[in-house]
């Protein structure tokens, strides 16, 4: 039996999908709020344990934790669940500095507990559908590819309670592109074996007018070490309709594209012997299902259940896998801490004239004097 406690009432979004593994046990749940931990304690249901302080949580015998608090508490929690010898799954972001990131490999690299990152938006059926036809060859060689995520945020800067939340300083009170996973971990799914290299952010201007330093929209570029191209934009500040998954994506023999909108579809094209270079025509990729990876086509009722036709569901099951084999997930620390950098130096960039800034390596065992920000 593997034990879970839970950290932060987002955590509950794993319920479903932790629910629907055999021999997996929800056994804690923390928060320091007490009113949203009883709440969260009930809809759990069953023989739970409460706890505030998650300190406390991690000292009792649970095997894992699911760390669901806001983003400044990612990386202190997450040492301390490995240093007590928890696994982890983290919520995004991985962490809110480039020290901290440093520190978080070390911490993972020495004590040997499974780490995986919780970019849920990875686990999009379609996402996975066209990294099979990428995998496949049907787009050619990959070169380019954008990704955005258009969400205005301006209700949850302030409780129900009247205090201010953690996204007024953590998210909206700094410079540059403070959410840059949803869309960098997604697109990264199809330039396999790509490292991003270097990055450079561009903004508009502030227009809001709370008071906050957000950009009113970034758009980060990210160059990978073959050179292929990534467009990444972010805007949490404007008015404007929810579209939190568009992607786009471009090939030697075809394109992708997703705009998200409730009366769109998610289209693709190639060049094909009906469909010459100049005579190329959209078709939608729902006719492409034969690509979508066998999980998600055999997923059952209860998988589906989870959310995300099975999404939320296959993200805890590699986490919950990762454990039983004692092998780090395909969504380790290194990525964790590579694409959440590419947010954090771009709030440099950004404020620098959108200087090029050079990514760290996160790979394992880097010598110290290698753990630095290069211009
Ligand atoms: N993957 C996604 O799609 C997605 C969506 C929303 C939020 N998130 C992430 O989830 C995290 C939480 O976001 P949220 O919107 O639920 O925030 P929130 O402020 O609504 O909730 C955070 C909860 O954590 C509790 N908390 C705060 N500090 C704590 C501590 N030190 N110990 C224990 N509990 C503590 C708070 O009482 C609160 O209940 C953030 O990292 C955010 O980036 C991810």
């Known amino acids: ?4 406690g839970i950290a932060g009432t987002r955590g509950l979004s794993t319920l479903m999908g932790l629910k629907a593994i055999e021999d997996v046990q929800i056994a804690a749940m923390c928060d320091l709020d007490e009113a949203h931990l009883n709440e969260a304690a009930e809809k759990i249901g069953g023989d739970i344990k409460k706890y505030r302080v998650f300190d406390d949580m991690i000292e009792s015998d649970i095997d894992a934790v699911i760390i669901s608090t ?19 799954m983290s919520e995004v972001t991985a962490g809110v500095t480039i020290d901290e990131l440093f520190w978080l490999t070390e911490v993972v690299e020495k004590y040997g507990k499974i780490y995986m990152y919780g970019e849920n938006y990875i686990y999009d059926p379609r996402v996975q559908q ?37 996204r007024s300083f953590w998210q909206c009170g700094i410079r540059g592109n403070f959410y840059p996973t949803h869309s960098v971990g997604p697109v990264m799914q199809w330039f396999p074996g790509e490292r991003i290299t270097e990055i450079s952010t561009y903004s508009p201007g502030i227009y809001n007018e709370l008071g906050l330093k957000q950009d ?11 050179g292929k191209l990534l467009q990444i934009r972010v805007d949490c500040m404007s008015p404007r309709p929810h579209c939190m998954d568009y992607y786009h994506l471009q090939g030697t023999k075809g394109c992708f594209n997703s705009r998200s909108h409730k009366d769109d579809i998610d289209r693709v094209s190639f060049i094909g012997e009906d469909s010459p270079l100049h005579e190329m025509k959209w078709q939608k990729l729902d006719n492409f299902e034969i690509y979508m990876p066998d999980r998600y086509k055999n997923a059952t009722q209860e998988q589906k259940a989870a959310g995300h036709n099975g999404g939320d569901f296959f993200i805890v099951e590699d986490f919950i896998n990762a454990i039983r084999d004692n092998k780090q997930p395909e969504l380790d620390v290194y990525k964790a801490c590579e694409w959440t950098a590419v947010g954090l130096l771009s709030s440099l960039s950004v404020t620098n004239g959108s200087r090029t800034m050079q990514m760290p390596d996160f790979r394992k065992n880097m010598p110290v004097e290698e753990k630095r920000i290069t211009l």
Do not use: R
Not at 70 to 88: D, F, N, R, S
Not at 134 to 148: I, N, P, S
């Open 1 to 4: 039996m593997i034990k879970i």
């Open 130 to 166: 066209i990294k099979e036809m990428v995998k496949q060859g049907v787009f050619g060689d990959t070169y380019y590819a954008e990704g955005m995520y258009l969400h205005n945020i301006g209700n949850l800067f302030v409780y129900p309670n009247g205090k201010t939340s953690w």
């Open 70 to 88: 806001p983003m400044q508490c990612h990386v202190p929690q997450a040492i301390a669940a490995l240093e007590a010898g928890k696994h982890v």
């Open 216 to 226: 009113s929209g970034t758009t980060t570029m990210c160059k990978t070490a073959t």
